[in-house]
């Protein structure tokens, strides 16, 4: 059988005026036919394809045995956080992409098959370790911070995490839209952390509530930063300042952690009604679908290249058309014009031509001169990417940042101070969660062996 199982979603004119989660997973029976298709490769190309090195085949066998315990379990040996991962990794350009079955058709879909295991698993068991060695802080509790933390409380450390918001999960909670990403799966994932004995210390943000020597004077022999990159990126256009211009980050944040979709929100955010997002990443998508579903009657995405570029996942971009969402290739904003009470009335365009590639392998956008128009709008979302917040480099001497304000690290995750270790978008800058699910768990080794040696 050859017939990728499809996943069920809501009916796009149904979902794009809520915020319920789009994908609504696999049936058992759907699971299990979609398991067959694996063809059990020796070599497992899958698997080196995955980032944090799951059994694929090897939990794919168990579903097929309706063992989904023992899925899970061969899961969670390897990634605590398979609802999670299930639901946002890029499968596509990973452990699928290497699938043998992708050679001559579809390959499986393992991301929908990890998601079904996730979602119903009897119970999830916790082993919960012996905590007699040394004390271990991390700083962030995103998708690095979560998974490093998980591999050393797994070793017997004790470890605690420091948040700077409210609510523990980082970029899981105030960067991904609850439907694409239901909040509730992520405070599951976590309270598996604390049931391991991990601590999580909310709003404390390093380098003011405590600092890197206090924590070292506190006992704590390492440390691992997984801060993350929440500063935004501009364009350094003119009329960025005007009222109705949001990063992405802002704009996500309010709507994820601050509930600003709801009037009665202490902070409801700029009705808008027609929005203009900028840029061509999933941060861009999940910005467009929400101004979609806090009301906005026109949703246009600006995107400097063409189509084939768009770094986003091809499901959200799929998703994103079948919603009604506009997508203008081949134009960069060169101005935004407000009106006399400062607020966003028009973004002023400039056509693009594609050149020769660029450093990163895509094709050179190209201003094509003379080529000026408008769209009309009330709101700009820039959806640029985010560098790391320079906060923590400030306030801690000799913590060595490159170019971008990102962590220099060493071959095994160490910064220039001696026992600190950092990972994920800190050191990389915006990424995507499996990569910084892996750099946590090589930092947890690195870690590991240096409390060794250390002891």
Known sequence: MNNRQPMQSQNPKTRRANFDEVNLGYTQEMAVLEATRCLQCKHKPCVAGCPVNIQIPAFIHEIIQGNIQGAYNIITEDNLFPGICGRVCPQESQCEHLCVRGIKGLSVAIGHLERFVADHVPTCEVVIPLKNLSKVAIVGSGPAGLTCANELAKAGYQVT??????????????????????????????????????????????????????????????????????LPKFMDIPGEQYKGVFSANEYLTRINLMKAYDPKSDTPLYPAKKVCIIGGGNVAMDAARCALRLGSEQVMIVYRRTEEEMPARIEEIAHAKEEGIDFKFLTNPVAIHASNTQEVTALECIQMVLGEADASGRR????????????????????????????????????????????????????????????????????????????????????????????
Do not use: W
Not at 182 to 206: C, F, H, S, Y
């Open 161 to 230: 995490i420091f948040e700077a918001l409210h609510a523990p999960g980082g970029v899981l909670m105030y960067g991904i839209p609850e439907f694409r990403l239901p909040k509730a799966i992520v405070i599951n994932e976590i309270q598996k952390l604390r049931a391991m004995g991990v601590d999580i210390i909310t709003n404390a943000i390093i380098g003011k509530t405590l600092t890197i020597p206090q924590l070292f004077e506190d006992g704590y022999q390492a440390i691992f930063l997984g801060s993350g990159a929440g």
């Open 364 to 455: 050179k956008p190209i201003p094509v001169p003379n080529s000026n128009f408008s769209i009309p709008c009330d709101e700009v979302i820039m959806a640029l990417g985010n560098h790391p917040n320079p906060l923590l480099t400030k306030e801690t001497k000799g913590l060595m940042t490159d170019k971008y304000g990102c962590f220099v690290v060493n071959e095994h995750l160490m910064t220039s101070i001696p026992g600190v270790f950092a990972g994920g978008d800190a050191v990389t800058g915006a990424a995507t969660v499996i990569l910084a699910m892996e750099a946590g768990k090589i930092a947890s080794q690195s870690i590991k062996k240096y409390l060794k040696a250390k002891e």
